[in-house]
């Protein structure tokens, strides 16, 4: 008797899972993901532990719209920071150049 309580509770539950996947799936692909709701965030594969991807969310329906792959730490051999500093430096030096 336990036993076939167990299945049918377990089956119930499988049930009330795919009707709710449904639900959000026909959600998500009514929804427009009006610009205001969308937001960036970034990927964990667990806690404390991202994966340097960052995701474009929909906050209506929570679809994720876009992916944008891991930025490489390393440019041109130096830091990516630093890089970006030398960068701005240069550039600084240019217009200071032209006045
Ligand atoms: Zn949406």
């Not at 899972?17 to 692909?29: G, H, M, P, R």
């Not at 209506?60 to 792959?69: G, H, L, R, V, W």
Request: charged share 45%.
């Amino acid at each position: 008797m336990k036993k076939k309580k167990k299945i049918e509770k377990l089956r119930k539950y499988d049930y009330l899972k795919k009707d709710f996947e449904n639900v959000v799936k026909e959600l998500q692909s009514k929804c427009k993901h009006p610009k205001k709701g969308v937001y960036w965030a970034d990927e964990w594969w667990a806690f404390g532990h991202g994966t340097g991807r960052k995701l474009k969310i929909c906050s209506f329906c929570n679809k994720i719209i876009e992916t944008k792959p891991k930025k490489p730490q390393w440019v041109c051999g130096i830091k990516r920071k630093k890089y970006r500093k030398l960068i701005n430096k240069l550039k600084q030096n240019l217009k200071e150049e032209r006045k």
